[in-house]
């Protein structure tokens, strides 16, 4: 599936733990938007955590729809899966561009093949019945597509619901003094230069290299594997001791190199609108 020719520059909104539809939320959320549209965002990735039912996950998803950008759509642990296609295609017959990973396992972006790995990687980790579980005959139809890609082809980045298992604090997957990531993504990110992952929310706002090594904002480098962190409003306590909310990032992919840049929302004070705040 092919969503945009190439340009030399794309720009990707990168969300993940949307959560919940209450009213603070949506406005939250919409102030997201709004800050990822002015810093050039052409395609958002929602990234796992997007509601706990249907309703609810098109309310949410319909926040990123108000956009008009393309959404590229990745299940988490707890999203049902008959659930979730019935809000997306409501969401379609309303004139949203979306395409569920789950469905679609590589998305042509020009500049970029993002390729999809929905769902938990383990039983114990689904929070409901019917919630979506890769197994390792999905890993091994992965890496043999990424295998099998031509030299010239676009960079891959795989977007995933869970991280790789990391070995530190500094890895994506750290949560009180643990990696609780899928040990078997090691061996397939070695296949891709950039990714993004969820789920362990705590090791949020955040990229790492190949080895390891943290990735600053703003830096550009030909691996970069991104935790964009949650989107949500509620705070969240990070593994540094820190305390973040409302986390988003903007994924820069330039040739073979990307950079990222973490994003927060600008919530209107009330009784003003977005226009006066930007």
Known sequence: ?????????????????LKNADEDNLTHLRALMAELKR?????????????????????LLGVLAETGLPILVAAGNREVRSELDAAEDELRKKGARLADLSHTRV??????????????????????????????????????????????????????????R??????????????LGDPRLAALIRRVPFGVFGQVWEAGGRAIDLAGQPVGPATEA????????????TPWPMADGSTAQGLAALITIHGRKAAYEVVVAKVPAPGKSMEQIR
Do not use: W
């Open 39 to 59: 810093r050039g965002a052409e395609v958002l990735i929602a990234d796992g955590d997007l509601g706990d039912n249907s309703d609810e996950q098109e309310t």
């Open 1 to 17: 599936m092919q969503l945009r020719p190439a340009s030399g520059t794309l720009r990707i909104g990168a969300l993940a733990g």
């Open 222 to 233: 030909d691996r970069l594997y991104l935790n964009p962190g949650a989107a949500d409003l």
């Open 107 to 164: 998305v042509d972006l020009g500049d970029a093949l993002v390729v999809g790995l929905p769902g938990g990687f383990e039983r114990r980790q689904l929070r409901a019945d019917g919630a979506c579980l890769y197994v390792q005959k999905d890993l091994d139809a992965l890496g043999a597509f990424l295998d099998h890609l031509p030299a010239l082809a676009p960079p891959a980045l795989l977007v995933a619901a869970v991280p790789p």
């Open 166 to 179: 990391g070995h530190d604090a500094r890895a994506l997957d750290a949560s009180e003094g643990q990696n």
